[in-house]
């Protein structure tokens, strides 16, 4: 796999990357704003049945888990998000869902994943990957709570990148890693 690294934003994690205080809570409030339309698309390629369980990895202000819980009304929808500051937004957003206890949030980083084996029929990460402590690792762990024949889906909205030539790498280097984890997980040589 090339080592291009067009994954990771330039700079360090700011405020949106992983929202903190006064400053993150704002962060959320944008992002619960601006990324609707992104989030409805990423949820739509899910395919979405009423009994799923669904997980989030990164859920931000809960937009996706809002829209997950109207769709798996029988399921359950549970989040991880690195952030308290999101956790808390989130669970406002979503206080119906959770009050029934449709949905499930808490603080969490996707390389270690505080469920068991085969948990989820679906999982679903928008505009994070990036900020994964390492995606190849992460992915085992992803992999490691799907069911077999689950579904992954990464949405990714790289504001960065300089042209089309990065989207395009970017989606190659993304493309490696998943096909990297698939070949070491799955295939028994």
């Not at 989130?90 to 009050?99: F, P, S, Y």
């Amino acid at each position: 796999m090339p080592n291009t690294n067009k994954l990771q934003p330039p700079g360090k994690p700011n405020v949106f990357g992983l929202p903190a205080g006064f400053l993150g809570a704002i962060a959320g409030w944008i992002m619960g704003r601006t990324g609707v339309e992104h989030n409805r698309w990423a949820v739509s390629l899910l395919n979405v049945r009423a009994d799923d369980a669904i997980l989030e990895i990164g859920f931000g202000p809960g937009v996706s888990i809002q829209l997950l819980a109207r769709l798996a009304v029988r399921g359950r929808v549970t989040g991880v998000d690195p952030s308290p500051v999101m956790v808390r937004q989130a669970t406002r957003r979503n206080a119906a869902a959770v009050r029934a206890g449709r949905v499930a949030l808490q603080a969490g980083s996707v390389d270690a994943l505080p469920f068991a084996d085969a948990q989820f029929d679906k999982v679903l990460s928008v505009n994070n990957i990036m900020l994964w402590p390492g995606p190849h690792e992460s992915l085992r762990e992803v992999y490691r709570v799907l069911k077999p024949g689950g579904l992954l889906v990464i949405a990714l909205n790289p504001r960065w990148a300089k042209n089309a030539g990065d989207v395009e790498q970017m989606g190659r280097e993304l493309f490696d890693h998943v096909a990297q984890e698939i070949n070491e997980s799955f295939i028994t040589i």
